[in-house]
């Protein structure tokens, strides 16, 4: 059985990485979206929040995992069983800092492999960052991001 992990933040999941995912379900039997614990790094939505918002967004794929981690992702790897790590790419612009960390990953096992997906044409200027900004500036990201998503923060901005 081919096991992907495919780590990140998701703060918020996008349309974008939703389309890595779909097209990582194709190729490997299971894909466990890994939401990384990150204590040093200011979030806008908790781990929480982001593991169940997707969660919700894939519910559909029969596949797919939701899980969360907190430490090196090729250690998560190892305790999952996985043995390849899913990375997207939505510009040139994220291919040298992907390249840095599959050889730091590749350094630390050798086992387990990155396979890059490119986003859809359409996604690859969506990043969670971006969303964000449109968002707290009031605007509509409906385009950008899952129905539960969008569902989500509306309604926590009008509390």
Not at 42 to 64: A, G, P
Not at 129 to 148: H, M, Q, R, W, Y
């Amino acid at each position: 059985m081919k096991i992907a992990i495919y780590p990140g933040s998701f703060d918020p999941i996008t349309k974008g990485h939703l389309d890595v995912l779909h097209t990582g379900t194709e190729i490997f039997d299971k894909v466990i979206i890994a939401v990384a614990k990150n204590s040093e790094k200011k979030s806008f939505l908790t781990v929480d929040e982001r593991v169940n918002l997707i969660k919700e967004s894939v519910q559909h794929l029969e596949n797919v995992e939701v899980d969360s981690f907190e430490g090196l992702t090729i250690e998560y790897a190892k305790r999952k069983g996985a043995q390849i790590l899913l990375r997207g790419l939505r510009a040139v612009s994220d291919f040298e800092y992907e390249m840095q960390l599959s050889q730091a990953n590749s350094a630390l096992s050798s086992d387990i492999k990155t396979v890059f997906l490119i986003t859809k044409p359409k996604y690859n200027f969506i990043s969670s960052s971006t969303i964000k900004e449109i968002f707290l500036n009031g605007g509509d990201i409906s385009k950008f991001v899952p129905a539960p998503v969008e569902e989500y923060l509306n309604k926590r901005n009008k509390c």
